[in-house]
């Protein structure tokens, strides 16, 4: 036989363990370049720059 708790564990109890369960949202800067959200330390998909510099070449449809 596995392991069985001996007692429930309360709500209080396994709400506090959970805790840092939650999900937050991310954190978003603006593109100097376009102005467009960001996230931060990642390369803009709409112009395709990154620190002022073209990383990626963007297709314009």
């Given at each position: 036989m596995g392991a069985v708790p001996k007692r429930r564990i309360s709500k209080a109890r396994a709400g506090r363990r959970r805790?840092?369960?939650?999900l937050r949202a991310d954190h978003l800067v603006t593109c100097p370049q376009c102005g467009a959200p960001v996230r931060p330390h990642h390369v803009c998909l709409s112009c395709g720059t990154y620190r002022g510099t073209a990383v990626i070449?963007?297709?314009e449809e």
């Open positions: 805790s840092h369960l939650a070449e963007i297709k």
